[in-house]
């Protein structure tokens, strides 16, 4: 696909590929079955200007598009899911809600830490009964004096356990749900904030997901993010860039079980050949590339429009069904390319399978993508 893109693309495409076969992938697969966040791997990520790709460099970002954005999270994500999650929700969900919507103070305060990767941000939507009706926010932020006074507790924060900013949402105007609820910028020293429950997952689990407990937290009145009652409305926007975040890191899952499975059907012999030889193994590899490359236009196609200031609610929804869907598709059938050899610890497939899994789930379900689509194609 390097026909579509331009000359800065595909360098910095190759930087961070040759970043993350070098420094990732020889510890990925370790991290990951250990629950071990890679610190060290986002430090130099952020020297190397990959946590505020798509941010000015008037705030410390790197400059560049949306697209490239997305290659460096497929390109991150081909060898380490965890890691492509933790600088998409760092991103997609905190940077750029600040960016767009913050006020020249917040952004001055808060971006040129972030987009250098000095501190790590996480953001904050759901909560036990507000998950896919992510308006069903019962956490509270009520003005007293001039400080906000937030109570409440806050699930699934992915970068929960390591970030310093938070961005979450509260209800302002309790009852009215989606349009009485506003988002917040949270600093994690403040008092009445503390990290609950940290959870054990399937897959991605270099990246930690906790629960944050606000115990009247008071947060100064300047940290509303946005304009009061409109935080639907900047987790919604907010939820469109990440998508396309989610996408490219499936993108990078589906990649790496084609790759994999492409080496071991060479390498394997059944049958006294390689079982490459075998029209069985050969169509599943066709189809699995198939895939990859339509889910791949779907998401380029969508960060494209991002990168040109057109609508694309309905694009990145797509992309993101798309590619979770192929993810899963890909990992499943790279399995079954390894054989029993596949199921064990011994191969990265196992690790791909699970990892996949979650791309379906986060940033809204698969079933949730379908509603954004079918409502824009009914409105
Ligand atoms: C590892 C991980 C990381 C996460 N990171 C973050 C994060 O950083 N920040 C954050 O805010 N959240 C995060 N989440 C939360 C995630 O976005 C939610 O789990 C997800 O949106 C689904 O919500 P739920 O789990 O409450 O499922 P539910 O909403 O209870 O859904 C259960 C099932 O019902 C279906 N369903 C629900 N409503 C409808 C409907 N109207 N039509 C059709 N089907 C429907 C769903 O598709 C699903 O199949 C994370 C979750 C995980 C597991």
Not at 85 to 96: E, F, R, T
Request: proline share 2%; glycine share 8%.
């Amino acid at each position: 696909m390097e026909f579509l893109l331009t000359e800065e693309q595909v360098m910095l495409k190759d930087m961070v590929s040759k970043f993350a076969k070098d420094r990732i992938a020889p510890v990925a697969s370790d991290n990951e079955r250990n629950h071990r966040y890679p610190a060290d791997i986002i430090k130099e990520a952020g020297e190397l200007g990959l946590m505020g790709i798509a941010y000015p460099t008037e705030y410390g970002g790197a400059g560049m598009d949306y697209i490239s954005y997305m290659l460096a999270v497929e390109e991150v994500s081909r060898w380490c899911a965890s890691t492509g999650v933790i600088i998409s929700a760092h991103s997609s969900l905190v940077c750029d809600p600040i960016y767009r919507f913050g006020t020249e103070q917040q952004k001055q305060k808060y971006l040129p830490d972030l987009l250098s990767g000095k501190k790590i941000g996480s953001f904050s939507l759901t909560e036990a009964g507000a998950g896919s009706d992510s308006g069903a926010t019962k956490t509270t932020a009520k003005l007293v004096g001039d400080k906000w006074v937030l109570n409440g507790s806050k699930l699934f924060a992915t970068n929960g356990q390591e970030a310093e900013v938070f961005v979450l949402v509260a209800s302002t105007e309790p009852g009215q749900k989606t349009r009485g609820v506003s988002a917040f910028i949270v600093d994690r020293e403040t008092p009445g904030y503390r990290i609950g429950k940290v959870e054990r997952k399937l897959g991605i689990r270099s990246s930690s997901t906790t629960e944050i407990i606000l115990e009247n937290c008071e947060i100064p009145k300047e940290n509303l993010l946005g304009d009061l009652n409109k935080g639907f409305k900047v987790s919604m926007v907010t939820l469109d860039g990440g998508r396309l975040g989610i996408a490219s890191q499936a993108l990078g899952i589906a990649r790496a079980s084609i790759e994999d499975s492409v080496k071991y059907a060479k390498e394997r012999q059944q049958f006294d050949a390689p079982i490459a030889n075998l029209q069985a193994i050969q169509f599943m590899l066709a189809d699995m590339w198939v895939e990859y490359q339509a889910a791949w236009l779907l998401t380029w196609r969508a960060s494209k429009m991002k990168d040109a200031g057109i609508v694309y609610s309905q694009e990145a929804a797509a992309a993101k069904l798309k590619a979770s869907e192929v993810a899963m598709f890909c990992a499943n059938k790279a399995i079954q390319i390894h054989g029993g050899y596949g199921y064990t610890e011994d191969f990265n497939v196992e690790r791909y399978y699970r990892d996949a899994k979650i791309t379906e789930i986060y940033e809204g379900t698969s079933e949730i993508q379908r509603l954004v689509i079918s409502r824009s194609l009914l409105q």
